[in-house]
């Protein structure tokens, strides 16, 4: 299934590793039809940004400590976009960057 409309995105907590990467995790409102087919009841979004360049995005289910990889064919581009963009303004290394 395809992830989708994602709301309410707010920072839940952060690991910084200077000139490395960004770790944060993130919760958010995901739609029901997803938690019913991944079989989750309390997901966050694990976001890994590199200084380098790129990221992952990992689903992780609190309740059944589920970890779900989702390709970038599995996220819809714009709700990607979203998850990154407010990862990125939410980063220690990355702050900066966004606010141009």
Same mark, same amino acid.
């Given at each position: 299934?395809?992830?989708?409309?994602?709301?309410?995105?707010?920072?839940? !907590?952060?690991? !910084?590793?200077?000139?490395?990467?960004?770790?944060?995790?993130?919760?958010? %409102?995901? #739609?029901?039809?997803?938690?019913?087919?991944?079989?989750?009841?309390? #997901?966050?979004?694990?976001?890994?940004?590199?200084?380098?360049?790129?990221?992952?995005?990992?689903?992780? %289910? $609190?309740? !059944?400590?589920?970890?779900?990889? #989702?390709?970038?064919? $599995?996220? %819809? #581009?714009?709700?990607?976009?979203?998850?990154?963009?407010?990862?990125? !303004?939410?980063?220690?290394?990355?702050?900066?960057?966004?606010?141009?």
């Amino acid at each position: 299934m395809l992830l989708r409309d994602l709301e309410n995105l707010k920072l839940f !907590s952060q690991l !910084s590793l200077k000139q490395v990467e960004d770790r944060l995790l993130i919760t958010a %409102d995901f #739609p029901k039809d997803f938690l019913m087919e991944n079989k989750m009841r309390d #997901p966050f979004l694990y976001v890994i940004l590199y200084t380098r360049g790129g990221e992952r995005i990992k689903i992780i %289910d $609190e309740y !059944s400590a589920k970890i779900y990889h #989702p390709t970038k064919q $599995e996220i %819809d #581009p714009e709700t990607r976009k979203k998850i990154v963009l407010f990862a990125r !303004s939410q980063a220690k290394q990355f702050r900066e960057l966004t606010k141009e």
